[in-house]
């Protein structure tokens, strides 16, 4: 008979299996929210299955009025014109509801999202994006982005020719 900790340590590591490393920093310092999450991701046919172990969330320090998080997802980005990027499909949203106050962090711990996709052929020049929900006065949703590392669906460069 197999031990549980075997089995869950055999589906861990066939999960990871073909996995490639992410990881999110913020892409500017104005945003309400600053984010940073490691993780690895997969992709299949059907979809991007982003793994995060370690997310962690932190309010502004200009923010006096803190920040009122209410979850986070993962898109895919892509660069629209010189300056200007814009949001693919997104996987659902993680609800997580926290208060920060100026300068203040929460981890909210590891989750794994899935973003639906056409395969990997269609991912040349996307990158992923962590997008935080954060409530603002008058009940409306803002957001605050971390990027991930560009080139992430680059096809892998061949080898050279060893004549």
């Known amino acids: 008979m197999i031990s549980s900790v075997f089995l869950v340590a055999l589906l861990q590591a066939s999960a990871s299996a073909g996995a490639t490393p992410v990881a999110f920093a913020p892409n500017s310092d104005d945003w309400g929210v600053g984010a ?3 993780g690895t991701l997969a992709v299949s046919a059907r979809d991007i299955t982003i793994a995060l172990d370690d997310v ?4 502004n320090a200009d923010s006096p009025d803190g920040r009122w998080i209410v979850g986070y997802s993962v898109c ?3 660069q629209k014109s010189v300056e200007v990027w ?3 499909t997104c996987s659902s949203t993680i609800d997580y509801r926290t208060t920060l106050k100026a300068g203040e962090s929460a981890s909210p711990g590891a989750s794994t999202l899935r973003i639906p996709t056409q395969g ?3 991912l040349g020049g996307y990158w992923l994006v962590l997008r935080v929900h954060a409530a603002q006065k008058g009940g409306r949703v803002g957001y605050a982005f971390a990027d991930s590392q560009k080139g992430l669906f680059a096809p892998p460069v061949p080898a050279p020719d060893a004549r």
């Open 36 to 38: 940073t999450a490691a």
């Open 120 to 122: 990997p052929a269609s």
């Open 76 to 78: 895919l980005a892509y």
């Open 86 to 88: 814009s949001l693919g």
């Open 56 to 59: 962690t969330l932190t309010a």
